[in-house]
């Protein structure tokens, strides 16, 4: 038998024993005998699992347990393939891992960096399908931002504590100091001080700084956008006025307000 | 002699200890009332439009009038014009009336969301102009003289050039208007600010993490140091008191409009557009050479906020031929919070306007 005729005589039994399982079991649910309905539900049940049977043994000279294990072989394969990918990212993390000076804190933050924006980062750009598309796609990019946030900060603050370092250095090597100071004794204090302004106007006036500092700023607010995306949409469905429509309110408060404030002030 | 970092922490820790031993001080401290409050020279709030008030300050009975054209006073977006009264013997405000100069100020007030969307426009050619306009009515006047303080200053020159017919004299006081120098950090730092992506996310620029990058500015000053003085003097009950008036006003900071951050940071600190006479209010083009009225200019040496070189460029740009800058040894604030130069930044103005006080009633 052909293709098509298999189909339609599986369609038209499968149709058949459908109308009159549905038939039965809404006579039977009129007569108020429960144990009658359970019987109509499994019979219903049995031949809808006998067609489905009939059907997979009709064209394909198989039987049921052959259908199972095609449906392992594809699970068997995606999980190979999956494998094989995370494998990949995992030996690129691990190359990254090699490649780094553990030995110096900016050198581990540089890695960490590195290893989130050219490894991990990937994960959450994958494109996203289905109806939830949008939604797990805005997820992914806050996780995302959160996470380059977090690297920023991290690198932010450890840059803020460069200078603390290099005048503890400055303590260390002065033999006054082990002896403790009191308030009227202050020498140490102020050249601590002292040293500390320094080294911080040094640290501020220097290309490095301002690049992590703009980039920390930067990334907190891309990341505070995206969060905000999230809301809004969870805001939306309890029809909560967003930051949007809002904005678009204030927009036309305030062109309203400029175009009353120049026709006065010219009549 | 070298010392382990264990031993070093542990000296730096005696240190404190030793030096910050307060308690029975904090006791004595909490036992007596302490007056706090700024800003108590009495005003009249005589106009206000929408977050925006008009504090008027009379000359006290039995004080004559030394200058007759009204001063109005434009403090910045950024902190409160509450600055100009902090301290009851200290007190910009209080000595100007002392010497007979009646005071007009501004209060922007404190933004809310619906005031993203303004811009330098609306508070200059819309606020400003419409406060210029209620006292020229009220004090039946022409002109009057304009006196900013720092974005204020900045504000009033544009002002003062968009509008010469109105302002008589013009006063700036530690006012970056050339904004393409490396003395100063927020200069350094704003060059590679993204103040896009600030504004589209924030809408109102927060007072609080502007007042977190003020502390950057020098960390071991301002969150350390300035601190150990007030443990320091912590049975010192007007050092007590006025610290605490100098950490209301510093920490009480309105959120700034968002296109006027935005326009701020992109046209003048970005472009530098104003000292080369290319900023763009509305559909006005800023000239500066415009300015053809006397300008008394003030800054300060050691301002790490408005460095000097961010402030003596204006007298020089601008069209007229009666200026003057005016350098003091201090900085961004010492000029309106220290007794020592309050005593010649009132008198100095005093006279200077005083000189130039002849006016026409309309």
Redesign the interface.
Known sequence: MGDKANFNNWFDSNNKEFFNSFQNFISSYNSDDQSKINEQINNTMKESIKSWKAFVEKDNEKNIDDFSDIFSEILTSSYDNLNKNFSILNDNINETFESHDSGKLDAVLSFVKNLYENEISKVFSLPQIGLSRAYQEKINQTLDKYLIFQTSVYEFIYMLYIPIEQTLEFLKDNAEFSAGFTLEDDRIYEKWLTLLEKNYMNLFHSEKYNKVFSKTVESLSEFRTARNDIVQDVLKVFGVPVNKDMDELYKEIYNLKKRINSLEKNK | ?????D???K??T??FK??LNITNKVKDLIDQPLNTKISETPYEVIYTEDRVKLKHYKVPEGIKKKVNVPLLVTYALINRETMLDLQPKRSIVKNFLEKGVELYMIDWGYPS??D???TIE?HVC?YMDNIVDFIRVRENVQKINLMGICMGGTFSAIYASLFTDKIKNLITTVTPTNFDT?QG?LH??M????VD??V????NIPGDLMNFGFL??????LM??KY?GFA?NIDNKPFIENFVRMEKWIFDSPDVPGETFRQFIKDLYQKNLLIKNQLIVGDRRVDLKKINIPVLNFYGKNDHLVPPEACDKLIEEVGSSDVENVCLNTGHIGIYVSSKYQNVFVPKITEWLSERDSFKKV
Do not use: I, Q
């Open positions: 002699m070298n010392m382990s970092m031993e070093t922490l000296g730096f005696n240190y030793n030096s969301m619906k993203k969307y303004l609306d819309g490396k950090l350094v730092w060059k590679d600010l993204n992506s600030m589209d996310d924030y809408g950057l500015l020098n960390p071991a000053r350390l140091d150990k320091r």
